[in-house]
């Protein structure tokens, strides 16, 4: 089962079923809502809100109306290597090691929310990706472990 958080979210994204994902702001991290409102949430993961609780907070740094909402973290999208493309394995993820920014796939190999060394567990095969490196890829949905 994919990890549950409670949290806050904006008007916008307080409808049971949205989903979204955060952007952290240096100010975020001073403010006294961090830990309850971004502080166990990551960049580049999508989440899928699963119900809003009728407690608002009033957010300094956007100025706006925050609801408390459980959300729940949605697969992360990488590049893994073909031989662990597998439905169900779980191993401890590697980013895979590249310098060709220009990559339309480059945001699946090295900008990844997932931490080297994390584990994760192969939800959805997506496609063969090229590479230009000759490495063998393949795109994935991974849930992250831990």
């Not at 952007?23 to 119900?51: A, D, H, Q, T």
């Not at 009728?54 to 990488?78: F, S, T």
């Not at 993820?93 to 090295?110: A, F, G, L, N, T």
């Not at 929310?113 to 490196?133: A, F, H, N, Q, T």
């Amino acid at each position: 089962m994919a990890r549950q958080v409670l949290t806050l979210v904006t008007p916008t994204q307080a409808k049971k079923g949205a989903i979204f994902s955060v952007r952290i702001l240096p100010k975020c991290k001073k403010c006294s809502f961090y830990k309850v409102c971004v502080g166990k949430l990551r960049e580049g993961i999508r989440y899928k809100v699963m119900e809003v609780r009728n407690v608002k907070h009033r957010c300094p740094v956007i100025n706006d109306l925050m609801y408390v909402a459980v959300v729940e973290e949605m697969p992360a999208m990488v590049a893994v290597e073909k031989r662990k493309a597998v439905d169900g394995l779980s191993f401890r993820y590697e980013k895979i090691k590249c310098d060709k920014y220009s990559c339309p796939y480059y945001k699946y190999c090295v900008d990844v929310p997932v931490k080297d060394g994390e584990k994760i567990v192969i939800k959805k095969i997506l496609k063969s990706i090229p590479c230009s490196r000759r490495l063998q890829l393949v795109l994935v949905e991974a849930e992250i472990l831990g």
